[in-house]
């Protein structure tokens, strides 16, 4: 059943390659992103599958040499390696064919805002911003501020930016939610330990394919821009503010330099928002009676603590704490996101196997 299930998406990516080879697909520029996407969807199971076909056939030609003596050690050889490969490439294929995210090739438009803890809050806030820029750029990410509300002292109330890159939904997303710190502020002067809540929300970037808005629907106003970004700043109105009236969503971008640029921006990430709100509405009504291990990523939910008088990290989804917490704020973050992919992975896997 799984052979044919995979033979099955083998032809259909042959078919999707057929078609993007044809030149009249590209008389609809709406069909070729559509079909592009299809194929960026397939390619990873497709290539495992092919993968495990090659190595299906290694193994039976190695299997058929053993009986030649002088080619017995050696055939021995590639039987124990083929067969090694083709365990591991059935778990990756199992993983492969779990429902996949749809958004997970996506860049992102993360917000940021300051909780519990007044100016310390937005200290942090600050910091983990910080940490996003400094992953994204191991990873050769490109970061874009949208909008930013600082304070004085060097925090932010609150910061939207977009991280553009190969599978950054995919790496990022399992960052939403509530972050906890315990650390003593700079301004304490009693040396007592604070805790401080940060909020991240962390949205796919949407199209008009993915998502399509109502003009109608959307009031736009204008107004001068403040804070950092030149000399542009406070002389023209081309900080754009969106209100979205059926459900009250307001935008703002005013970190570009005209009123075309902000108003694009802005509605990347309007349209961001409704979708993520229309996609878990959705969610919540198939899985309502059940959580997986790594939480629904609700942004009211505590995900994680960072303890600095102890150099401690504890993510509470997976139970996993880390002493190195100097490194995590420098952008070392890859062992988190593994261990949150791994046990989500684990957890769809549990429920396939139970056909749930």
């Given at each position: 059943?799984?052979?044919?299930?995979?033979?099955?998406?083998?032809?259909?990516?042959?078919?999707?390659?057929?078609?993007?080879?044809?030149?009249?697909?590209?008389?609809?520029?709406?069909?070729?992103?559509?079909?592009?996407?299809?194929?960026?969807?397939?390619?990873?199971?497709?290539?495992?599958?092919?993968?495990?076909?090659?190595?299906?056939?290694?193994?039976?030609?190695?299997?058929?040499?053993?009986?030649?003596?002088?080619?017995?050690?050696?055939?021995?050889?590639?039987?124990?390696?083929?067969?090694?490969?083709?365990?591991?490439?059935?778990?990756?294929?199992?993983?492969?064919?779990?429902?996949?995210?749809?958004?997970?090739?996506?860049?992102?438009?993360?917000?940021?805002?300051?909780?519990?803890?007044?100016?310390?809050?937005?200290?942090?806030?600050?910091?983990?911003?910080?940490?996003?820029?400094?992953?994204?750029?191991?990873?050769?990410?490109?970061?874009?501020?949208?909008?930013?509300?600082?304070?004085?002292?060097?925090?932010?109330?609150?910061?939207?930016?977009?991280?553009?890159?190969?599978?950054?939904?995919?790496?990022?997303?399992?960052?939403?939610?509530?972050?906890?710190?315990?650390?003593?502020?700079e301004t304490e002067s009693g040396g007592?330990?604070?805790?401080?809540?940060?909020?991240?929300?962390?949205?796919?970037?949407?199209?008009?394919?993915?998502?399509?808005?109502?003009?109608?629907?959307?009031?736009?106003?204008?107004?001068?821009?403040?804070?950092?970004?030149?000399?542009?700043?406070?002389?023209?109105?081309?900080?754009v503010r969106l209100i979205h009236k059926?459900?009250?969503?307001?935008?703002?971008?005013?970190?570009?330099?005209?009123?075309?640029?902000?108003?694009?921006?802005?509605?990347?990430?309007?349209?961001?928002?409704?979708?993520?709100?229309?996609?878990?509405?959705?969610?919540?009504?198939?899985?309502?009676?059940?959580?997986?291990?790594?939480?629904?990523?609700?942004?009211?939910?505590?995900?994680?603590?960072?303890?600095?008088?102890?150099?401690?990290?504890?993510?509470?989804?997976?139970?996993?704490?880390?002493?190195?917490?100097?490194?995590?704020?420098?952008?070392?973050?890859?062992?988190?996101?593994?261990?949150?992919?791994?046990?989500?992975?684990?957890?769809?896997?549990?429920?396939?196997?139970?056909?749930?």
């Amino acid at each position: 059943m799984l052979e044919e299930k995979l033979k099955a998406l083998d032809r259909q990516y042959a078919e999707l390659e057929a078609r993007l080879a044809a030149p009249e697909t590209y008389d609809d520029p709406t069909r070729v992103a559509r079909l592009n996407k299809e194929q960026r969807d397939l390619e990873p199971v497709v290539t495992a599958y092919r993968t495990y076909v090659r190595r299906q056939k290694d193994l039976a030609d190695a299997q058929a040499l053993m009986s030649d003596p002088d080619m017995k050690e050696l055939a021995q050889e590639e039987y124990q390696a083929a067969k090694a490969d083709l365990e591991r490439l059935v778990e990756e294929i199992r993983i492969l064919l779990l429902s996949r995210d749809p958004n997970d090739a996506k860049n992102v438009i993360v917000e940021i805002r300051a909780g519990v803890g007044g100016e310390e809050a937005a200290l942090f806030a600050n910091s983990l911003y910080r940490m996003y820029c400094m992953y994204a750029e191991s990873r050769r990410w490109q970061v874009e501020v949208d909008s930013v509300s600082e304070t004085e002292l060097g925090g932010v109330k609150e910061i939207c930016f977009t991280i553009q890159g190969d599978g950054a939904y995919s790496r990022l997303k399992f960052e939403s939610g509530v972050h906890r710190v315990q650390r003593v502020p700079e301004t304490e002067s009693g040396g007592r330990i604070h805790t401080s809540t940060v909020t991240v929300a962390v949205l796919p970037e949407v199209d008009e394919v993915d998502f399509a808005l109502n003009p109608a629907d959307i009031e736009m106003q204008v107004f001068r821009s403040s804070g950092a970004g030149g000399q542009h700043v406070n002389k023209t109105s081309s900080a754009v503010r969106l209100i979205h009236k059926p459900t009250g969503t307001v935008v703002e971008c005013q970190q570009e330099r005209s009123q075309f640029q902000n108003r694009d921006r802005a509605m990347q990430i309007l349209r961001a928002r409704l979708y993520e709100e229309k996609v878990r509405e959705q969610a919540d009504a198939v899985t309502s009676q059940r959580r997986s291990q790594v939480g629904t990523g609700m942004r009211n939910e505590r995900i994680r603590t960072y303890n600095f008088p102890q150099g401690r990290l504890t993510d509470h989804r997976v139970g996993l704490t880390l002493y190195r917490l100097d490194s995590v704020m420098n952008g070392d973050i890859d062992e988190i996101i593994d261990a949150l992919i791994t046990a989500d992975q684990a957890e769809r896997l549990k429920h396939q196997e139970q056909g749930g």
